[in-house]
């Protein structure tokens, strides 16, 4: 029975002996970020299965399950969080208060994959208040969204060039394929951005005004600049934008 008390207060206390950069990367839902991009992956390999040769097809599927392994990518942005980013405990603080709980929630339904396919048509149209729309152009200012999403489809756009690279050596050689991609970079910020107000409204539409203010306030002040700055570094080593699939190094 003394073991049995022990082992339960060892498991009960386990949370307060974890490092707090892995305690943010999991308490800001980057691994339900990541197992929902997992998911979209797996749906676009699908989609593309009948409309590609099959020598074509399985490249991509070997080279997008090679360079988006869950484990390995979970490695690469946590260690690249906790390298970049000196001090966690203002974000940690953040996102573990009531608000911050809100905000991951919301983000993370707004990427489940029945939400995916839900809005794949486009996003419904959300109305809002001057003082809202104001909060949220705030907010799109302070979080690197554009970036971020930019980021990611750069990464998938990376397995494709690969995969010619493969299919017809030097077709891409002399680092042809990474200035290409370079030259997408901006072209696709603005895009996202054209929509990203309607997009914040309607990933954040269950926080009220006053919640967005306090959100905002957190993403401006130095610690939630340097707190997303770092989220889109880590991001970008897990997607592990701007290197071969080839090169990228084995989970360990």
């Not at 490249?59 to 979970?74: E, G, I, T």
């Not at 905000?103 to 149209?125: C, F, M, S, W, Y």
């Not at 494709?160 to 394929?177: K, N, V």
Request: aromatic fraction near 6%; glycine fraction near 6%; include cysteine.
């Amino acid at each position: 029975m003394r073991r049995l008390l022990v082992l339960l207060l060892m498991f009960c206390t386990l949370p307060a002996w974890a490092d707090d950069h892995d305690l943010l990367y999991k308490v800001a839902g980057w691994p339900e970020q990541r197992a929902h991009f997992t998911a979209a992956l797996t749906a676009a390999q699908q989609r593309y299965r009948n409309s590609l040769p099959p020598a074509v097809y399985q490249a991509l599927v070997n080279n997008s399950s090679q360079r988006f392994a869950p484990q390995a990518m979970d490695q690469r942005a946590e260690q690249h969080l906790r390298q970049v980013l000196q001090d966690p405990m203002p974000a940690l603080q953040f996102f573990q208060s009531p608000l911050g709980r809100k905000i991951v929630t919301a983000e993370l339904t707004a990427t489940r994959p029945d939400q995916l396919a839900k809005n794949a048509q486009g996003l419904p149209v959300i109305e809002a208040s001057a003082t809202r729309q104001l909060l949220i152009g705030h907010l799109a200012m302070a979080l690197p969204v554009r970036e971020a999403g930019a980021e990611v489809s750069l990464a998938i756009a990376g397995v494709a060039a690969d995969s010619l690279s493969q299919m017809i050596p030097g077709l891409l050689g002399g680092g042809q394929a990474q200035n290409m991609l370079d030259g997408q970079r901006e072209r696709l910020m603005q895009q996202i951005g054209n929509d990203m107000n309607n997009t914040l409204l309607y990933v954040y539409r269950d926080l009220s005004d006053p919640e967005l203010e306090e959100f905002d306030t957190f993403a401006e002040s130095p610690e939630g600049k340097t707190y997303y700055q770092a989220a889109l570094a880590a991001i970008r080593a897990g997607l592990a934008v701007g290197q071969s699939t080839s090169s990228l190094a084995p989970v360990r």
